[in-house]
């Protein structure tokens, strides 16, 4: 049986249900902008680009057709979070820690799931 994450969060939370929406939809913005200034950071190095677009497959004209789609910022928190020193390299140029990184990249992930 699978129980939708907002049902498990529900039950954990005591807060009105209107506030744990709005923490929601806070928390994927969040997701949604670190993941956007994570392209901005990848494709300002050449380098970092042409390793993104030959590990996923993005071409440039589907890359900047769907850009701001969830699935495309989730690939490239994966793509940084897979080197640590890009990872690294990329927190501490925007002011997040690492871990932040990493938990944009893991909420963008579980809204792509959950939405399947």
């Known amino acids: 049986m699978h129980i939708p994450k907002d049902m498990v969060y529900s039950i954990n939370d005591t807060r ?6 709005r923490t929601q939809a806070a928390d994927r913005n969040r997701a949604r902008l ?7 950071f990848v494709f300002r190095e ?4 042409a390793r993104f677009l030959a ?10 057709e769907r ?3 969830d699935a495309i910022l989730a690939a490239v928190l994966a ?16 002011g997040y820690t ?8 893991r909420h963008l992930a579980e809204e792509r799931t959950d939405s399947n």
Do not use: N, Q, Y
């Open 16 to 21: 009105p249900i209107h506030d744990r929406k």
């Open 67 to 69: 850009a701001g789609d």
């Open 79 to 94: 793509f940084l979070a897979a080197h640590e020193p890009d990872l690294v390299a990329f927190a501490s140029a925007v």
């Open 55 to 64: 590990m996923t497959g993005i071409d440039p004209t589907t890359l900047r």
């Open 34 to 40: 670190i993941a956007l200034e994570a392209l901005a």
């Open 98 to 105: 690492p871990h932040e990184v990493g938990d944009a990249a």
């Open 46 to 49: 050449e380098r970092l680009a």
